[in-house]
Each structure stands twice: as structure tokens, then as C-alpha cells.
């Protein structure tokens, strides 16, 4: 993507700021919340903040940090008081945009797996693909029903200094974030019932059951005979919150690896009164410990002989395998001609623009560049495996030229973006931070995006980076009805 | 249900009971010394309580083998110590852990109960625990985990996963009062002379308020507290919740709403458990050693548990 020339290389940039106008007063679907907050002083924020903390803590809404002792740290899931707001209009794209983008890439993923007519008329270079660590050879020529891979997908977005909704990544494995998005909602409503009489805020809370429509009808024996489980690689796992979260809400089975067996390529739970067919599999674990017959050997949070009994059709995995490489980074700048190959279409939503490291000029201009750039490890997820252009040093500049050119199919880049901004309440004082949105999107007998999804804040100020396991905090989202 | 989560509910009343009654048992240690006449050496005051946990060597693995015994080192053992997975700690701490595992099972107000109480109690025990500390923070426990059996009682649907709690509870009620028990044996042993004497009087009516049992005791038995009378009342008696007899009977029902078909191996444990107690009397026991029994009935319910992990939990 040679897009060099007139980018912006050095001068100022200001992130766009979603409450404030430029002349600093709200803008207008943000004015009866400021209203009421003017009315009702800081001092209540101050009360309400101190409530929603105790809310948040009594229900055990947490997330688990990795490492260090051996009774795992848990977290309490931090959340701003001060909801961000999304006009109808504003949604309305994003939504068509979520929609074209989750429809294209399925049909994508559809034809890697089967004909590969995309590489054929060269569109992708074969050896994107073949190189990508999460293209599974092992499940070529099967197609799951209906063609769909990604029942699941978590969208991220950001807005660029002029306000327009760009994707800054696409999620199609296990993206997690819902129960958040849902108890975020909840506690909102609980703490801040006054702010809801000023708007009509669409709901969210519905999630579950669609997810639970989107998993009975993918039933190999009928959706009105499904026995569903959610599968959680154990109560240590960063999410396990959000398991139990979902298999609660839906009223499944939440299942640990060990707690099912495959017998003549049909999956049964263990239970208190013996074996118990399997019919959907809501997998949370990443392919690479699915089945340890088919892939990783040594996993033991997997399920031997799950992918013969999805190959054989008895049982259905949610997401898909192999559907990984949709969202591989080094994919995602192709996505684009993707959305125009299959659908026809101009893409609604557009990327974040995006330089290869395989293209040596791109590559030249990176290296150039790196104090205003993010490099990016393209199967890493979560903030690991970054550099952060203006935060890093001369050093750490250095050992990732040394990487990109060890291996240059493995990075990607993106010129800074200043995400967009928001106002928080952080002790005491509104203060803008920076924030992104993860919708969620469920692709069953068709596709829907519910209206809302994850708002992650980057704490710390200045910072940029909204991953939780990294000090990111949570707002709660509204999309507006009219 | 699934066997993971079957284990996980029994898991996690056991330890919920096991949290409480490990506060019973200090508690009525703690009321002993108190009554003591004559001096007596900190290690005599507290070695029958690692004794009856069986922690002796875990007490020296983790304090060194020449460590005094002394109140102070053995509350802290007994209360926050992480090296112990039976201390109240661990205990509290296995018991939301397992909720945790089950947390899909049991009701939103159990989770919340449990998640609050671990971490009241974890705060609790950042500080030691001593000696003029232990009793109100022992109170504070039993009564938190007496809620919790309220709300669960009023909140948790019955059936299969409502049995195993029960199973669970009355399993590790079983073992403890059994244990709690053999303190009492543990202590007058080395002088029988004791017998009838006011000290003797103090200790059993320590006991019983340790059980929750005094007034209960009272009223059936009115004047006096013969050993005899004690121990019918404590394995014994029908009506009494804490009785060994009790807890035995109520796991039975519990038993009976999970099914016993083809699992023959609980059906043999729990039927021995069964006639134990069925075809004794508290003189037979007396007469035959109250120790004996005791360690007869642990040996007998760590089989019935070691049959519920084989047909149950695997």
C-alpha cells in the first residue's frame, strides 16, 4: 500500500473528540447527559463511581491477569461511569459496514478451504496464505453447514482524527469481551438509572439468546435436539468470567476438555449418569489445542477426535477451524479487495491504512518512519508483540528492525492513529482518555450486529493502548434509537 | 450433570463445612485452656489439635522439626497459613474456587455470598490472627457460613447438584464432629481420675457449645452431664443437626435423589456407614473405646468418599 506520499509525516495531530465540538461544547447528542451531570454536580459521580465498584467486586466481574502466584490474580473489571453515545445515524454504517465485512470474509474463508478461486485469479498471493500460521491444510475440502465459519466475530474499530469509523481489526477466533459489554449495561442501569430517561438507548442484554438461536440451529440432529455446551479451557483462563458468564445466560453446559470423550466420531459429556451426546461445541480454546490428534499433540484442554467427528458432521464447532486466517494481520490489508471480489462492492467501512513488510519499499518507508508507526506481530492478539512507535526507545526501534527482517511475512505497520477520545471520570476529575469499540457480530441463519458493544478506554493518560490486560478500562456503550 | 461439576459442588460444600468447623475446633480448644486448673505446657495445650487434623508433619515440613508448639504459631497454622490447604484460608478460599467451577450451578446469591466472604476473610487474615482476635473472627465465620446455607437452602434448586451440596456438607460435618469429638477424648485421657469432676463438667459443656448443642442437650437431658449422655447425644440422636447419626442419614437422602442404581460400591460403603451406627449403643461404645469407634467411623466414611470419586466424579 504505497500511500507515502502527503500522509502525514510530522505535523501536529489532534484525536477526534467524541464529546466535545471543536469550540468545546458537547456535542448535541451528548448535551441532556451533561445537562444532568452540570445538574446533579460531581459530587454524586463521586457516590455512583463508589457504588459501581462495590457492584462490580460483589459479583465477581473479573478478569484473570497471567502469571506470578499460583492462585492466579484476578481482577475486578474496571469501569468508567460516563457512557459513550452513538448516534442511529453513526450505526447505521457501522452496522452495514460489520454485515458486508462478515459476509465477505466467510465466503472467503469458504473458498481457501475448497477452490481457492481467490488465489487462482490472484487477488491474495498464494503465499500469504500458505505461510500463515493459522491456515489449517488439515481441513481442506471440508465445508461446515452453511458454509459459515465464524458464527462469532468481535470487530474492532476506532475513529480517525476526522471522526469516520475505521476497522482497526478484525477478531474471528474467540474474541471475548460480551459478557462485558452486557454487565456493563447492567451495572449502568443499576447505578445511572436517571441517565436512561434523557435517551432511548437500544438494548443489549438480548445477546445470549441470540447466541443460543445462532448455536441450536447449527444441530446436527435438529435444532429443536440440541445439546449445547460451552467449552473453557479451565477456570484459570483470562475469561473465565465470561464462560460461565455466557453458559449461565444460555442455560448450557459449560465443559472442560476433559469432561468429554469421542466415541465412533460422536462426542459425549461424562456425566453422573454416564455418556451424554454433544451436538454444538461454543469452543473458547484456540484451534492449536482443540484436538490434540490433529493439531498440537501435547495440548491437554482439547477434546481427542473432535475434528473427525466435525468432519464426519456429528457434532458442530463454533467458531470453525481454521478460521484464524481471516483475521491474520498480514490478511487484513487485503480485506478491502476481499469485501470487492466476493460481494461486488465497495467496502462500507475502511481499513486502517497499512504497510507490508514484505514490500521492500513499504518496508524502506517503515524503517524510516518508526517513531510515528505501530508494528504489529501478525498472529498476536491482546497488545503482546507490539511496538509502539512514539513510546519506544532507539534500542527497542533497533531489535524490531532485526525482527521484521528475520521475518518479514510475520509484521505488518500501521502510521499512528490517535484514536478518538472520550470524557472519563477518573478520581474525582473528567478527564478525556483515549477508547476503541468492539461489536459484536453473530452470523447464524442470518447475520446480526447487536446494537452496542465493547468500549475499552486506555487509562492511563496519553496512553493509547486499551487492552485490559494492559490497564485498559470499559465503558458503557449506547446506541441510540433515533 | 457433568461429573466435573458434581465433584466441584460436593468440593465445595465440604469445604464451606470445613472452614466452620475448623473454627469449632480451635474454639473449643481455646475454651479448654481457658478452664484449665493447673499449668499446663503450650505444646500440651495444642498438640491434640494437629493430632486430630493428622497436619503434625505438614506443622514441621512447613515451621522446621524443632518449632515450638505454641498458640501463637498454631493459630496462625490453623487460620491463615497458605502452606495448609486446611487452614480457614484455604478453606474459605477453596470453597469460592469451587463455587467458581460450579458457578453455572448455584444461584446468583450464593456466588455473590461466597465471592464477599472470601474476601472479607482474606482481608481479615492479612493481619495474625490471635488469641484474644480468634474468638470474635470465629463467630463472625460460622455465622457468615450459617447464611450461606440460608440462602442456598432458600435459593438453589433441588435436585441432582442440590443433592451432591448436601452430600458434601454432611460428609465433612460428619468427619469434623467426629474429630471434634476425639479432642475431647485426646484431652482426659492421660488422666481418667478426671472423671465427674468439675473440670470434666466445663469440658463437655465446652463441647457441646461447640456443636451448637448445649441448649439442645439440656433440655433432653436436663441435670448434669454424664459422659455417657454426651456421647448418645452427639453420635446419636435423631434430632440433633450436628449428630453424627444426623449427617449419616441426611447423606442417605441425599444419595437416594442421585440414584444408587449400579453403583454398587456406594451403595456397599454408605450401607456399612449405615449399620455402624445402627447396632450400637453409646455403652457399647464406652465399653469397646470411644477412640476405636471414632477412628472406626473415619475410616468407614473415607471409604464411602473414596466410592462417590469412582462412581460419581470420574
Known sequence: MNNHNGSSGNKPRISFHEFYDDDFTPRAHYRPLWDHIRATGQNSLEVKAHESQLALQTEGVTFTVYGESDEGIERIWPFDLIPRIITAMEWEKIESGLKQRVKALNLFLNDLYTDQKIIKDGVIPPELIYQGKDFRREIMGITPPQGIYTHISGIDLIRAEDGEYLILEDNLRTPSGVSYMIENRVIERRIMPEFFDKYRVRRVDHYPALLLDALRSLSPRGKDNAEVVVLTPGVYNSAYFEHTFLAKEMGVELAEGRDMVTINDIVYLKTTTGLQRVDVIYRRIDDDFLDPLIFRSDSTLGIAGVINAWRAGNVALVNAPGSGIADDKAVYPYVPDIIRYYLGQQPILKNVPTYQMTNQQDREYVFDNMEGMVIKAVSESGGYGMLMGPASTPQLRREFVDKVLENPRNYIAQPVVYLSRHICYMDGELEARHLDLRPFVIYGEDIQVVPGGLTRVALRKGSLVVNSSQGGGSKDTWVLSE | ?314
Open chain 2, 1 to 314: 450433570m457433568l461429573s466435573r461439576i458434581a465433584d466441584s459442588m460436593y468440593w465445595m460444600s465440604r469445604y464451606q463445612e470445613r472452614a466452620g468447623e475448623t473454627a469449632r475446633l480451635v474454639e473449643i480448644n481455646l475454651l479448654y485452656l481457658l478452664e484449665a486448673e493447673e499449668d499446663m505446657s503450650e505444646e500440651d495445650k495444642w498438640l491434640p489439635l494437629l493430632k486430630i487434623s493428622s497436619s503434625e508433619e505438614l506443622f514441621s515440613e512447613l515451621y522446621g522439626a524443632e518449632a515450638l508448639i505454641n498458640s501463637q504459631r498454631l493459630l496462625q497454622f490453623i487460620s491463615s497459613e497458605r502452606g495448609n490447604s486446611n487452614s480457614i484460608r484455604s478453606s474459605v478460599r477453596l470453597f469460592r474456587e469451587n463455587a467458581r467451577v460450579a458457578r453455572d450451578r448455584i444461584s446468583k446469591e450464593m456466588w455473590e455470598m461466597v465471592n464477599e466472604l472470601w474476601m472479607s476473610i482474606n482481608d481479615r487474615l492479612r493481619s495474625p490472627l490471635t488469641a484474644e482476635k480468634a474468638r470474635p473472627f470465629f463467630v463472625l465465620l460460622r455465622n457468615e457460613i450459617s447464611r450461606f446455607d440460608g440462602i442456598t437452602a432458600n435459593t438453589m434448586m433441588r435436585g441432582e447438584s442440590y443433592s451432591f451440596y448436601e452430600l458434601g456438607a454432611f460428609m465433612e460435618r460428619a468427619d469434623m464432629t467426629a474429630r471434634i469429638l476425639d479432642v475431647k477424648y485426646h484431652l482426659i485421657l492421660p488422666d481418667l481420675s478426671r472423671v465427674g469432676s468439675a473440670l470434666d463438667y466445663y469440658q463437655w459443656a465446652a463441647l457441646l457449645k461447640s456443636l451448637s448443642g448445649f441448649e439442645a442437650f439440656r433440655r433432653k437431658y436436663h441435670a448434669g452431664f454424664r459422659a455417657l449422655d454426651v456421647v448418645e447425644f452427639i453420635l446419636f440422636e435423631r434430632d440433633f443437626p450436628r449428630s453424627i447419626f444426623f449427617s449419616v442419614e441426611t447423606m442417605g437422602r441425599a444419595l437416594k435423589t442421585i440414584g444408587l442404581e449400579n453403583k454398587e460400591r456406594t451403595a456397599g460403603a454408605y450401607f456399612a456407614l449405615r449399620e455402624m451406627l445402627e447396632n450400637t449403643t453409646a455403652e457399647l461404645v464406652f465399653a469397646s473405646g470411644l477412640h476405636e469407634f471414632l477412628e472406626d467411623f473415619l475410616t468407614k466414611l473415607g471409604d464411602l468418599h473414596a466410592a462417590l470419586s469412582e462412581d460419581f466424579f470420574q
